[in-house]
């Protein structure tokens, strides 16, 4: 009979069976009848020679092939039922289930892209990182050496990334600009998806400057249409003439959107650092290599160190100068979060482990029950083997539905802490539930249903039919016990140890974000960046001049109740250095404190409502040609005046003017600390200059204090400043809660990372215990019904129980409380303003464990109150 | 306790039922009780195929295409399954008596030697 026959024509078949034996039974009566027999004596001969017609069905049956198809259906209907049959039962194990696939497969899929994923370079083993030692970048001078020396390297290019305000088709936007070797796409192996590739006489082009930009500005601000390609595109001012597209998705490096050509054979910047071939003592550049054909690392690395020697000795250069590094590209973008990604990893495989556990110890606590059903089949003729794939396909079957709500729930898990961690984790976009993923959470599946399967199918194997249809029959299995409770108490350590640590974590994060200790009211203000650079803003009196005129349009719009502009948003600062006080006189360099500078208008300081403790801030007489003047922050004020007036004294700019000189500033105000730097460490000193005595080549942010409507007046301000200069592209329009909030966004990812682990973690220790104590419930249930019978009341009988949880919980707890003692030190990285070993918060977190451990042990417990002693005594 | 699997009672080799069978189709179609009932007469009752034997072997032989099986009406006007052999099972059975006396003469050799 064909599958196809078997799928649908199965019944007629097996009624036809059925029709040819009765054929056969009748005319064997029939036969008999002939020869003299009754009908009832001949019917009854006729079948008695027949033999077992069931069976001879059965077996005849078995000749149509699909035998195992049929029982494993017949298994699979079976077990559904059985698991329908005990809801508690099938929801806590599935969803236990569920839970450690889940962690498993959401931790997998962002290692599958960040790590398992080759980056999407040709052969991009044979790319490599070169930087100098000690610096993070290279110096110019060195990168061209480098070039003509080498005999490892295909090809070595170097890049670097900086803004640019873009204009074309009429609009002006703010992008990345990558300025790099022509050999740069080669070297990757990519190749423009339109138009050209850099040619080696791009370079060095001063009149017809060229660009390539990404697929996203191409489809975004060209249309996407194919004839941009040879069109105008205004860069800072410049015009360029776009010669390719990228294909979508490359933006190397980092999120470029637009990358040229270098007009002096090495990526310039924007600063003037005089002849940049020569020059080796200021490093920005990033530099990578391909290995050339049958070069190993090794041998790269090697010649490497001996260019770089020449060059030191040739240069004077001391030896801490020296030295280069190559390392793979690969390593360099994970290797910041490989270990972490590793561990989490081993910790979710510990998750999985520990909850299979779980449902291994529940699958007994059952088994134990149908010891007796396993008993009559037995006896019904089932073999052994029968019952062994009955039970393994109960067991395939939750794993399976756990299986896939472990994939729902990973999608969410996924979703959350991709969000939550998009700046820390490399190659963000890559991470997806591909094929590779599901396959693995299937794998997962499949493994943890025949590892707890195994649990109930080795009890099996114990079953003697006898001893299960007799009353009275008990099963020990004591040694098993002591492993089943510690895993329990292993688990309820292992939650509390997680919970702690998001405890910690949590009162950490409430602290940072507690607006007490920002310095400044953030709320209802709006922030917006401009970077406004080429040949109209050359001079400081051209920027103070176009920010001044900005200030008045946004002053001046209803809506806006103050406004000023800044270098940087708090808690960053752009510019640092030692604070050289002039009426202190010369200090060792070892004396020196280092402090942050920036450049602000009047307005900023109202618009954010720091408070002026001493003094004044700036006003309109502190223009280019008067005094230049200075406020400086209330931390600046205590370190280094104490109890002295700091107003009158001089401080100095963090650069010198263009003769080298120092720049003397009288210092006019003291105003309260912002925060500054690391969130949750103190303020540093901090110096203010006006807007229009020091200008800031770099772009700088404008912060209204609103009245109304945030989205309104960004629609007004921004028209604002197109008025004031059109081809200056507004970016970064956020409120300043939500540009604060970025720099929360490591410890925030750490946060949530530990919840969940922590919430799953005590979710399987409650099942855990639930678990056990069932189990215990379920083997003495006879003793529980003799105890009862013999005058026990119910509350010594929950009492019996209870201690077993009780006994349970305080042990994991204990054990928990002296590890979390070890190991929360080991957090204190990650903690602001809590101590690792915070007492409150170790508190809490025991007494909430030991409440909800000891609450599952309850469950169980009244489950043995309720035992009927005639029933337990009768059966098992 | 395990369940006794049905044997062919017939154990010199296998595929001798099969054999039998065979050659009692090729007098033309037959159902299964009256294939029963010819192998026992034509052997003079020595021989005796359990149903359980014989069942399965039909059901198998005809998954092997050797025979094909049509429901037809008896003499006494009621429904039963006829067997009759197929072209295949016809080769299939010169095979099988091929083999069969091969294997006589090899058991008759070692049983009676000559000298």
């Known amino acids: ?876 | 306790m395990k369940p006794k699997r049905y044997q062919n009672r017939i154990e010199l080799l296998q595929g001798t039922l099969d054999m039998l069978i065979l050659q009692t189709l090729q007098w033309g179609p037959q159902h299964g009780y009256g294939i029963s009932q010819s192998i026992g007469g034509r052997s003079g009752e020595i021989l005796r195929v359990e149903t359980g034997s014989l069942y399965p072997a039909l059901h198998r032989l005809e998954k092997q295409g050797w025979v094909t099986s049509q429901w037809k009406q008896t003499d006494s006007n009621q429904r039963a399954k006829y067997y009759r052999l197929t072209p295949a099972g016809k080769r299939q059975l010169l095979s099988e008596q091929a083999r069969w006396g091969q294997i006589v003469n090899a058991i008759a050799g070692i049983m009676n030697p000559e000298f």
């Open chain 1, 1 to 876: 009979m064909s599958l196809w026959d078997w799928l649908f024509r199965r019944r007629q078949r097996e009624e036809e069976l059925d029709e040819e034996v009765q054929a056969h039974l009748r005319m064997a009566a029939q036969e008999r009848m002939e020869q003299g027999e009754t009908a009832e004596q001949a019917r009854t001969s006729a079948v008695r020679e027949f033999g077992n017609v069931t069976l001879v069905k059965e077996v005849t049956r078995d000749m149509w092939g699909f035998r195992w198809l049929e029982t494993s259906l017949q298994d699979i209907r079976y077990g559904a039922r059985m698991l329908r049959k005990n809801p508690g039962f099938t929801v806590v194990a599935v969803l236990t289930l569920a839970l450690g696939i889940g962690a498993n497969t959401a931790i997998f899929s962002v290692v599958n892209a960040t790590l398992l994923q080759p980056l999407p370079f040709s052969e991009p083993d044979r790319i490599v990182w070169i930087r100098e030692k000690n610096h993070g970048a290279v110096a110019p001078a060195n990168f061209l050496d480098w070039r003509r020396q080498n005999h490892v390297f295909s090809d070595i290019s170097a890049y670097v990334s900086w803004g640019a305000n873009l204009a074309a088709q009429g609009h002006s936007w703010r992008a990345t600009r990558a300025t790099c070797s022509e050999d740069l796409f080669r070297l990757l192996g990519v190749r423009p998806q339109l138009g050209r590739d850099f040619l080696p006489s791009d370079e060095n082009a001063g009149h017809t400057p060229v660009a390539v930009i990404s697929h996203t500005v191409w489809r975004e601000n060209f249309g996407g249409d194919p004839s941009a390609i040879g069109g105008s595109l205004a860069i800072d001012g410049r015009q360029f003439t776009i010669i390719g597209v990228m294909p979508a998705g490359f933006r190397f490096p980092g999120d470029s959107d637009l990358w040229t050509t270098p007009e002096r054979e090495v990526p310039e910047v924007p600063v003037d650092i005089g002849d940049v071939t020569q020059n080796r003592g200021i490093r920005y550049l990033a530099v990578i290599g391909r290995l050339a054909p049958g070069v190993t690392l090794e041998r790269a690395r090697g010649e490497m160190d001996t260019i770089a020697d020449r060059l030191a000795t040739q240069y004077h250069e001391g030896p801490r100068e020296r030295g280069v590094i190559v390392e793979p590209l690969k390593q360099i973008m994970v290797g910041n979060v490989r270990p972490l990604l590793l561990i989490l990893l081993g910790a979710v495989g510990l998750v999985l482990l520990t909850a299979c556990a779980n449902v291994a110890n529940l699958m007994l606590a059952r088994a134990r029950v149908r010891s007796m059903e396993m008993g009559v089949r037995s006896a019904l003729g089932a073999t052994h083997l029968r019952l062994v794939r009955q039970a393994f396909t109960e067991s395939v079957l939750i794993a399976l539905l756990g299986g896939t709500l472990g994939l729902l729930l990973s999608a969410a898990a996924t979703r959350l802490l991709l969000r939550a961690g998009a700046e820390i984790i490399p190659q963000v976009g890559a991470v997806r539930m591909d094929g590779v993923v599901l396959g693995f959470t299937l794998a997962m599946s499949m493994l943890t249903g025949i590892l707890f399967g195994l649990a109930p199918v080795l009890q099996l194997r114990r079953v003697n039919v006898n001893d299960s249809l007799k009353y009275g029959a008990r099963q020990v299995t004591g040694e098993r016990e002591l492993l089943r409770s510690s895993l329990v108490i292993s688990e309820i350590a292992l939650a509390l140890v997680l919970s702690t640590g998001a405890g910690l974590l949590m009162r950490s994060f409430i602290g940072l974000s507690h607006q007490a200790r920002l310095g400044f009211n953030p709320e209802h203000v709006l922030t917006f960046s401009v970077a406004p650079n080429g040949e109209r803003y050359r001079s400081t009196t051209q920027q103070a001049l176009f920010y001044g005129q900005a200030l008045e349009r946004l002053s001046a719009l209803p809506g806006v109740r103050e406004a000023g502009v800044v270098d940087c948003l708090p808690p960053y600062s752009q510019a640092g250095g030692p604070i050289t006080i002039a009426e202190h006189g010369s200090q060792e360099d070892e004396q020196l404190r280092g402090g942050a500078y920036s450049v602000a208008s009047p307005g900023y300081f109202q618009a954010l409502q720091i408070p002026v403790l001493r003094g004044r801030t700036f006003s309109a007489g502190d223009s280019v040609e008067a005094p230049k003047v200075a406020v400086i922050n209330q931390t600046l004020a205590r370190i280094f005046f104490a109890q002295q007036d700091p107003i009158g004294k001089h401080v100095a700019w963090f650069t010198a003017d263009e003769h080298g000189k120092r720049v003397w500033l009288e210092i006019v105000g003291v105003v309260g600390d912002v925060k500054n730097l690391q969130p949750g460490a103190d303020p540093m000193p901090q110096v203010y200059v006006s807007y229009e005595q020091e200008n800031w080549d770099a772009g700088m942010t404008f912060v209204l204090r609103t009245a109304s409507n945030l989205v309104n007046v960004t629609t007004a301000a921004r028209a604002a400043i197109q008025s004031a200069d059109g081809n200056v592209p507004v970016f970064a329009i956020q409120s300043l809660p939500q540009a604060l909030g970025q720099s929360l966004s490591q410890p925030r990812f750490n946060l949530l990372l530990f919840g969940l682990f922590a919430t799953v973690a005590v979710i399987l220790a409650t099942i855990g215990v639930y678990g056990v104590v069932s189990y215990m419930v379920s083997q003495r249930t006879h003793e529980i019904g003799v105890r009862i019978a013999l005058g026990a009341s119910r509350a010594d009988v929950s009492r019996m129980v209870g201690a077993k949880g009780i006994k349970l919980s305080l042990a994991g707890v204990g054990i928990g409380l002296a590890c979390a003692g070890v190991l929360t030190r080991f957090m204190a990285g990650l903690l602001y303003g809590v101590r690792p070993f915070d007492r409150a918060t170790f508190a809490i977190v025991s007494i909430v464990l030991t409440a909800v451990t000891l609450l599952a042990s309850h469950i169980p417990a009244r489950r043995a109150t309720k035992v009927d002693p005639m029933v337990a005594l009768r059966y098992e």
